[in-house]
């Protein structure tokens, strides 16, 4: 190989590599089509205890213990990469077009560290019907004190 070519081909893997950290950083988009709200969900828990629905709970184990919506499953943290590999081995048994819903809790879900990984682990690993509990506050104040139901402990 030429000196000309190899420093040509240095330079295509150098552009491609920035392209692929550039992508990496890109904040996801969680647009309003992807949201549900706390009245819908709680409509649809008779569909999340039949199974048909799988609802996650993607936050701090803590908050969960303090109180989570019937049915959810404990998927860990996916701010951190514990929980993400949880949350990645939990889907991995799951029907791509299987309907999931996702939440946390901690904070206004625009602001949670951990909403945003789930959706984008969700997309990257091929699922098409996926939702967002819209929490604009908290758990406490969008489910809790909306009479909704909640399950405390493990």
């Given amino acids: 190989m030429t000196r000309q070519r190899a420093m040509m081909l240095a330079l295509v893997i150098t552009l491609l590599a920035a392209a692929a950290l550039k992508a990496a950083d890109q904040p996801v988009t969680i647009l309003p089509v992807d949201l549900v709200t706390p009245a ?52 991995a048994k799951l029907p791509r077009t299987r309907q999931i819903v996702i939440y946390c809790g901690c904070c206004p879900w625009n602001d949670c560290p951990n909403i945003r990984p789930a ?36």
């Fill in 40 to 91: 819908q969900l709680n409509s649809e828990l008779p569909a999340v205890k039949a199974g048909k629905i799988v609802l996650l709970q993607v936050g701090f184990h803590v908050m969960y213990q303090m109180g989570h919506i019937p049915g959810s499953q404990y998927a860990g943290p996916a701010s951190k990469p514990v929980g993400l590999t949880a949350l990645k081995n939990l889907l």
């Fill in 119 to 154: 959706f984008q682990a969700l997309k990257q690993l091929g699922f098409v019907n996926f939702k967002v509990l819209n929490i604009p506050d908290r758990l406490g104040t969008d489910w809790t004190d909306q009479g909704y139901p909640v399950v405390k402990g493990d």
